[in-house]
């Protein structure tokens, strides 16, 4: 993506090209791309479209398009793309919203996120795209190696730039580049002040606004810790960076190699790690495992990452500091008495508040009954097993217990009666 940015105008106009090789099995006709940033009104604006460098026909309908190939595309055989368009970035109002506006631009900082068209997975005959709902995540990612060029309309009053991806100077503009990434992402603000630290040969970033100094600092250190106890416990952390940035709005989220973490963590920060600063910074950092490397159907079945990213939490304290694991599982988790089957969708949880006591709480209670029953050796070794089976695709329940009954030499089919509606 070759990407200009004028900052002070919220505009943004790409040159775009995917290069799509097709690893479905079958010939395709057509193709499905996810344009998020068209949910937005008078946001994208599509300006040319083509495909080997023929222009195409195509249907683009909320952020659903639909584009017909000028010749099929074979087994094995690879297109290319190249797609020209321009935003015009929403204002992130909280106020007016359901939930957190996390895409566009507030009085402090600008966010890309979800804001370019990328070719949706394909599984058992569909095109995997969700409708989005008022909680939750709804878009599924495959993987992709990333090249974003970018350089600012005026480059004399530049911001300072987080990204997903690691960052080189080249001339006038900028590269970031990302492998084996599911979701680019971009904030940009004049007032970010940046702290740093390594963790082997991995460089962990925390942007924050000065006055938050040491909460943006906290926040780094416990994603670096984070990437030390998962790596040992999980699989090798798959970027050479992690950037942490604090959020101009009251929500943490993850993208690839990059989380936001909600500013009012921050704001409550009390210098302790007994605070929910630390704990969702490892939860977005878990999300590097559970969503970035092994992703799942976030809308049909969200509890494959966020469970375990939630019960990940419990797995960082119980290694860093377990004189906190007690309080983790109340102030976490039991604080709120959750129940519920956690194998929901999340258009079936009534709000924001029931979904995450269902899948993110609840789920961490089945995980950690599954681990009692079957031990922490064979527990360890299936998340070892489900990370290095699972990276870089997209799984599904069957996938999860399939390979935990290659570890487990006991019946644990109470436990799955008890926590799921549909297995």
């Known amino acids: 993506m070759d990407v200009i940015v004028d900052y002070d105008r919220h505009q943004v106009t790409v040159d775009e090209t995917v290069r799509y090789p097709n690893h479905t099995g079958q010939v395709l006709n057509e193709l499905t791309l996810a344009i998020a940033a068209n949910l937005w009104p008078n946001c994208f604006s599509l300006l040319t479209i083509s495909v080997n460098d023929i222009p195409v026909k195509y249907n683009l309908s909320g952020h659903r398009l639909d584009l017909l190939l000028p010749a099929s595309l074979e087994a094995g055989a690879e297109t290319r793309l190249r797609i020209r368009y321009s935003l015009s970035l929403p204002y992130m109002d909280q106020v007016n919203s359901l939930r957190a506006r996390i895409f566009g631009y507030s009085d402090l900082q600008m966010n890309l996120v979800n804001w370019y068209p990328y070719?949706?997975?394909?599984?058992?005959?569909?095109?995997?795209?969700?409708?989005?709902?008022?909680?939750?995540?709804?878009?599924?990612?495959?993987?992709?190696?990333?090249?974003?060029?970018?350089?600012?309309?005026?480059?004399?009053?530049?911001?300072?730039?987080?990204?997903?991806?690691?960052?080189?100077?080249?001339?006038?503009?900028?590269?970031?580049?990302?492998?084996?990434?599911?979701?680019?992402?971009?904030?940009?603000?004049?007032?970010?002040?940046?702290?740093?630290?390594?963790?082997?040969?991995?460089?962990?970033?925390?942007?924050?606004?000065?006055?938050?100094?040491?909460?943006?600092?906290?926040?780094?250190?416990?994603?670096?810790?984070?990437?030390?106890?998962?790596?040992?416990?999980?699989?090798?952390?798959?970027?050479?960076?992690?950037?942490?940035?604090?959020?101009?709005?009251?929500?943490?989220m993850e993208f690839s190699g990059f989380y936001f973490h909600s500013r009012k963590f921050y704001d409550l920060y009390d210098g302790t790690p007994a605070s929910y600063l630390t704990l969702v910074a490892v939860h977005e950092t878990a999300h590097q495992w559970w969503f970035e490397q092994v992703a799942s159907d976030q809308a049909l079945e969200p509890w494959l990452d966020e469970s375990l990213a939630t019960y990940s939490e419990s797995v960082y304290y119980e290694t860093v500091r377990p004189d906190l694991l007690s309080w983790w599982w109340f102030a976490r988790i039991d604080f709120f008495k959750p129940a519920g089957r956690i194998d929901i969708p999340v258009y079936n949880a009534k709000n924001d508040e029931s979904y995450k006591h269902i899948v993110y709480f609840n789920g961490a209670h089945f995980l950690q009954n599954l681990r009692e029953r079957v031990g922490d050796a064979a527990f360890f070794a299936f998340l070892q097993d489900y990370y290095s089976q699972g990276r870089g695709k997209i799984v599904a329940d069957d996938d999860f217990f399939a390979i935990l009954d290659e570890h487990a030499d006991v019946d644990y089919s109470d436990i799955v009666k008890a926590y799921f509606a549909n297995r």
């Open 119 to 252: 070719v949706v997975p394909y599984r058992n005959g569909e095109w995997m795209i969700r409708e989005p709902w008022s909680h939750g995540e709804f878009l599924v990612y495959p993987t992709a190696d990333f090249e974003v060029n970018l350089v600012f309309s005026d480059p004399a009053s530049a911001p300072v730039i987080a990204s997903s991806g690691y960052a080189e100077s080249i001339g006038d503009f900028t590269r970031y580049t990302l492998t084996d990434g599911r979701a680019f992402a971009i904030s940009a603000s004049r007032d970010f002040q940046v702290s740093n630290m390594k963790v082997g040969d991995i460089d962990v970033y925390s942007y924050y606004l000065p006055i938050y100094m040491n909460a943006g600092q906290a926040a780094m250190y416990a994603s670096a810790q984070a990437v030390q106890v998962f790596s040992q416990k999980f699989g090798a952390y798959p970027h050479k960076t992690l950037t942490v940035v604090m959020a101009d709005f009251s929500d943490s």
